[in-house]
């Protein structure tokens, strides 16, 4: 059985004393945050990998009972419709432009240098509306876009793939 | 085309009606040192115990409550779990049940949702509901990130870190699609920032103009900074009670008819559904504007919003807003959403939104005005707070104490502020109901709640 520590105990402080802000009316302390998270794509795994072998992958419902059979980009591993386990299909790496905005101001850590466009893409097939980067030229609702993966120092997450006007 | 089961759409009947007794909040900043937070929900606490002409005493009314209902954004701001529990013990309410809520920018009216369904079932007959949000530990866009990861974290946040890139493609969509002008997002601002100059707890208020707004600083196009919320540390209240204590606590109680709706965390997973109807709209009404737009809600509009106004109005027996509502209070976190939201509300049909605005219904004096209390924009955003505060504010349009909550002059002295020489009664005369908005997400999360005199 597991005993507490009995020898000698010496305690000490090995924190870092903590920056202070003495406002007039109260004190305030410099509160350093830092963290890892090992986040899992779980049965999502394959539309990251795809990425990074150049290949657009959504998921589809087969169920013949269900009311929708929807394909979904984002994918999703179970049919919200009938519950079924959905299953991989490849869809086509182009798409339109339903909308758009330039990211200008961006919040803490962003990877992507600002300004640069945002654009939501309809793809033909897929139910759902798939949010990405262009990577050079002006969106226009409608527009012709087509994907480019990162397939060489992919980034292993949804900045591994953006959007080009198809014309280009 | 997604529809709805039938049960789904069973309009919600309490078993007990709910009525609202009293309300307070904090004044409203960017940076409280001088509080913690427990002491800023204190202060909200206090106020709606102390404030409200309640018929017994603060004590007493302690010694009433049986459940809370606290309402919370995030444990990312406060950097603290389980704040309720702190929370619940400066306010000196153990053994009483508690409840945390959390559903994003909607958490404040799921809050109240929450205490209400306390009181409609019969497990309490006073219920505090309270909320609160300390967004000045980090600097903004540390605070933007954190909002962000309201977004998919697989899918979107990586897009920008920031939420105003969620909302702007849709500004853009929407300008296409109904014929949206800069302009009139901008007179948005423009009202409830100046809206907020005369209320004592405003974070934002000022006097601009439509230039001004559209020329501040970008966010994320179309989006300017004037257009956009702040971030808020803030605490607010309200007493929630069955009729028999309503009535027992104050001579002006309002009855409460409150209901709720979702939709998908990320606007892609939208698929075309059909539109659940108001009761002042008609089948085929939009059937030229789906074949438009193809599809609905699309970008440009909130099922979650349409769904709870759809079952708030059936509860509270409202067969048209606009005639029927003597003022509402919307979550204009940005211009863009709260436009969106007067179509799914029924303040205008879908496609006729910017109507609500250019028409000058919207505005103090108009048939149905909103955001007198200088809403998101102008007066605060302290996430979990906020739908609690608005629901706050629309008691007190209701009560008739417009003038009593914002120009005596203790309320600006507690404030830390000098009443402004251009103050303004905002007070709707003769006002019966009210409704308020609280907004989730990008439509993940909507309440709607309608506050009605009952004496």
């Known amino acids: 059985m597991a005993q507490p520590f009995e020898g000698p105990l010496s305690t000490e402080y090995?924190?870092?004393?903590?920056?202070?802000?003495?406002d007039e009316k109260a004190w305030v302390v410099k509160w350093p945050r830092s963290m890892e998270h090992h986040h899992t794509y779980g049965m999502l795994t394959p539309f990251f990998k795809g990425l990074t072998e150049g290949k657009l992958l959504a998921t589809k419902c087969v169920n013949p009972k269900c009311p929708h059979k929807s394909t979904w980009l984002p994918p999703r591993a179970d049919c919200p419709d009938c519950y079924a386990r959905t299953e991989w299909v490849q869809v086509p790496s182009e798409g339109k432009i339903y909308a758009y905005t330039m990211l200008d101001y961006t919040g803490i850590g962003i990877e992507m240098k600002a300004p640069y466009w945002q654009i939501d893409v309809e793809i033909k097939g897929v139910d759902t509306i798939f949010k990405g980067f262009l990577l050079r030229g002006k969106p226009v609702t409608g527009l012709p876009v087509k994907a480019m993966f990162?397939?060489?120092?992919?980034?292993?997450?949804?900045?591994?793939?953006?959007?080009?006007?198809k014309e280009d | 085309m997604i529809t709805f089961g039938k049960g789904n759409l069973r309009v919600p009947?309490?078993?007990?009606?709910v009525f609202m007794v009293a309300g307070g909040c904090t004044p409203f900043r960017k940076y409280f040192?001088?509080?913690?937070?427990?002491?800023?929900?204190?202060?909200?606490?206090?106020?709606?115990?102390?404030?409200?002409?309640?018929?017994?005493?603060?004590?007493?009314?302690?010694?009433?409550?049986q459940y809370c209902a606290y309402g919370e954004f995030a444990d990312h701001f406060q950097d603290q779990l389980l704040?309720?529990?702190?929370?619940?013990?400066?306010?000196?309410l153990e053994p009483m049940w508690n409840n945390g809520i959390k559903t994003?920018?909607?958490?404040?009216?799921?809050?109240?949702?929450?205490?209400?369904?306390?009181?409609?079932?019969?497990?309490?007959?006073?219920?505090?509901?309270?909320?609160?949000?300390?967004?000045?530990?980090?600097?903004?866009?540390?605070?933007?990130?954190?909002?962000?990861t309201a977004a998919c974290k697989d899918f979107e946040t990586r897009m920008g870190r920031i939420y105003s890139s969620y909302y702007a493609p849709m500004a853009n969509r929407f300008a296409e699609q109904y014929n949206l002008s800069e302009v009139t997002r901008a007179k948005i601002a423009v009202k409830n920032r100046g809206y907020a100059v005369s209320n004592p707890n405003a974070q934002q208020p000022g006097r601009h103009t439509v230039e001004e707004v559209l020329a501040s600083r970008m966010s994320a196009y179309p989006l300017r900074f004037l257009e956009c919320c702040a971030m808020t540390a803030g605490a607010a209240s309200v007493l929630l009670c069955d009729e028999e204590m309503a009535y027992k606590l104050s001579d002006t109680p309002c009855e409460l008819f409150m209901a709720g709706g979702t939709h998908t965390l990320r606007v892609a997973d939208r698929r075309p559904m059909e539109i659940p109807l108001l009761p002042n709209e008609e089948p085929g009404q939009y059937d030229k504007l789906l074949a438009e737009s193809g599809r609905w809600p699309g970008f440009?509009?909130?099922?979650?919003?349409?769904?709870?106004?759809?079952?708030?109005?059936?509860?509270?027996?409202?067969?048209?807003?606009?005639?029927?509502?003597?003022?509402?209070?919307?979550?204009?976190?940005?211009?863009?959403?709260?436009?969106?939201?007067?179509?799914?509300?029924?303040?205008?049909?879908?496609?006729?939104?910017?109507?609500?605005?250019?028409s000058g219904d919207a505005y103090f004096g108009g048939k149905c005005p909103s955001n007198l209390s200088g809403g998101l924009l102008g007066t605060m955003h302290a996430v979990g707070a906020t739908g609690i505060w608005q629901a706050a504010e629309v008691l007190w349009q209701v009560q008739g104490k417009y003038d009593h909550f914002h120009g005596l002059d203790r309320w600006w002295k507690r404030a830390g502020k000098q009443k402004p020489a251009d103050y303004e009664n905002l007070q709707v005369p003769n006002a019966k109901q009210g409704l308020w908005i609280s907004h989730a997400g990008v439509g993940s999360h909507v309440t709607c709640g309608i506050l009605r005199k009952a004496w």
């Open chain 1, 14 to 22: 090995i924190g870092t004393p903590l920056d202070l802000f003495d």
């Open chain 2, 300 to 358: 440009e509009s909130f099922l979650a919003a349409r769904f709870a106004a759809y079952m708030a109005y059936r509860m509270a027996g409202i067969k048209d807003p606009l005639e029927e509502l003597d003022l509402v209070e919307l979550h204009d976190a940005f211009t863009i959403s709260d436009i969106q939201t007067y179509g799914d509300i029924g303040l205008r049909p879908y496609g006729q939104e910017p109507d609500y605005i250019e």
């Open chain 2, 13 to 17: 009947k309490w078993s007990k009606r």
């Open chain 2, 104 to 148: 994003g920018g909607a958490t404040g009216g799921a809050a109240v949702l929450n205490g209400a369904m306390a009181i409609a079932s019969g497990y309490a007959n006073c219920v505090l509901v309270a909320g609160w949000e300390r967004m000045d530990e980090v600097d903004t866009r540390t605070g933007n990130f954190y909002i962000a």
């Open chain 1, 150 to 165: 990162r397939t060489k120092n992919p980034t292993h997450t949804i900045l591994d793939i953006c959007w080009v006007p």
């Open chain 2, 83 to 92: 704040c309720e529990a702190k929370i619940h013990d400066y306010l000196g």
């Open chain 2, 33 to 65: 040192p001088e509080y913690k937070l427990e002491e800023l929900v204190m202060i909200a606490y206090k106020m709606m115990l102390e404030d409200n002409a309640l018929k017994l005493s603060p004590k007493e009314i302690k010694d009433s409550i």
